[in-house]
């Protein structure tokens, strides 16, 4: 997968584009993602969040858009869990193409040789996995 304009951070909770960190771990609340099929592009969205942590400057909504989608799968989230725990990123990187049927943890912040697809991963266990062509990273800092 090609990370167009961003990186995924080192520390895997995070975007970085340019010299701006976007910590989608505690300052973004993710509100779902809308899978087209016919364009085979799944769109990932975060808000920003409410609590009195998050930096004012922080962008409006993230929108995580991945492009030419030829695997996509899906982890229950864990029954035992709050549903608070959904809208709250645990984890994102890169697993082992290898590895089809793992739905957790990460190998990488980087997609490498054999190592592209991406694994997602929030606070109630919910997890997703998806391997594509490109990824681009859309920023909205007003309404």
């Known amino acids: 997968m090609k990370l ?3 990186k995924l951070a080192d520390d895997n909770i995070a975007f970085e584009q340019g010299d ?4 989608i771990h505690n300052n973004f609340d993710f509100t779902g993602f809308n899978y ?3 364009k085979k592009e799944i769109v990932l969205n975060w808000v920003k969040g409410t609590g009195n942590w998050v930096p004012e400057n922080s962008p409006k909504s993230i929108h995580f858009i991945i492009r030419d989608v030829y695997l996509f799968k899906a982890k ?4 035992e869990m709050p549903f608070t725990e959904d809208d709250c990123l645990n984890c994102i990187g890169f697993l082992w193409n ?3 049927e ?3 943890g990460y190998y990488s912040h980087e997609p490498k040789e ?7 991963e929030f606070m109630s266990g919910l997890a997703l996995k998806i391997g594509a062509d490109t990824a681009l990273l859309k920023v909205i800092n007003k309404d």
């Open 4 to 6: 167009e304009n961003f």
């Open 20 to 23: 701006n960190y976007y910590d």
């Open 36 to 38: 087209n099929i016919n």
């Open 76 to 79: 229950e989230r864990d029954a």
């Open 98 to 100: 290898d590895l089809i």
């Open 102 to 104: 793992e739905m957790g």
């Open 114 to 120: 054999n190592c592209t697809h991406l694994s997602i």
